[in-house]
């Protein structure tokens, strides 16, 4: 990196960046991450929950603020999030924030915001029917993120194409679960490298995305996984 490409990155505007983890899926991390560096130099990235983040706690970068199921109450993710907000502007930490959610409840909060003096961003989710669309009235840049494909990872026998999901849960099937259905997350990770399944970025993360899949445990280390008993993968 050149001493011109150095002071840049410096000078870029730092950004606090806060997602609302009970609305956006960790599958869409690698896609938010990529759009970052076109709005600033993020400082802080922080994912909101209460009661449980799937996925978020195995995201690089990424420190998750979880105020526990007893905080569960509906909005509670919200306040959560906007009164961090708050705190953060005052300790004058950051120049600009980066909201990464589709709910037009933080229309408020990014106004609030943006009328205090701070560059405000929003990423948005293309998830349903609504885009935030108030959100966007309120923000200097509005940019949309897309749930990736799901990719395909081999062949069956009969030369139709496999998706990962699917690989996934006939690899989990041979792992011996225990009564209630969960193998830890070591264990599947060591099965699929046994079985030659290639997957990109963080095995936690991915089967935390996967529909047919939940993960208990917020570290690689302590969590398990299964198949959903009521949605199981094909």
Request: charged share 20%; proline share 7%.
């Amino acid at each position: 990196m050149t001493n011109h490409e150095t002071n840049r990155d410096t000078q870029a505007p730092r950004l606090a960046v806060l997602i609302d983890a009970e609305n956006v899926p960790v599958s869409l991390w690698p896609a938010i991450r990529r759009r970052l560096p076109r709005l600033g130099r993020p400082v802080l990235v922080r994912a909101y929950a209460c009661g449980g983040a799937p996925g978020w706690g195995f995201a690089d970068g990424v420190e998750v603020v979880d105020a526990g199921a007893a905080a569960r109450a509906p909005n509670a993710v919200d306040f959560l999030l906007a009164f961090d907000a708050g705190r953060i502007r005052e300790s004058g930490a950051v120049d600009g924030f980066v909201l990464v959610s589709g709910d037009d409840g933080f229309a408020a909060m990014v106004k609030a915001l943006a009328e205090s003096g701070a560059a405000v961003h929003v990423i948005v989710p293309a998830i349903g029917e609504t885009y935030g669309r108030r959100l966007a009235r309120h923000a200097d840049v509005c940019l949309l993120v897309a749930p990736p494909a799901d990719p395909v990872a081999t062949e069956r026998a009969d030369g139709a194409p496999q998706t990962l999901e699917a690989r996934f849960a006939e690899v989990f099937r041979g792992c011996g679960a225990d009564g209630e259905g969960w193998v830890p997350l070591s264990v599947l990770g060591a099965a699929l490298k046994a079985a030659g399944v290639a997957f990109p970025g963080k095995l936690g993360a991915l089967v935390s995305a996967m529909p047919g899949f939940e993960v208990r445990g917020a570290d690689a280390t302590g969590a398990t996984v299964r198949l959903h008993h009521d949605r199981a993968a094909p």
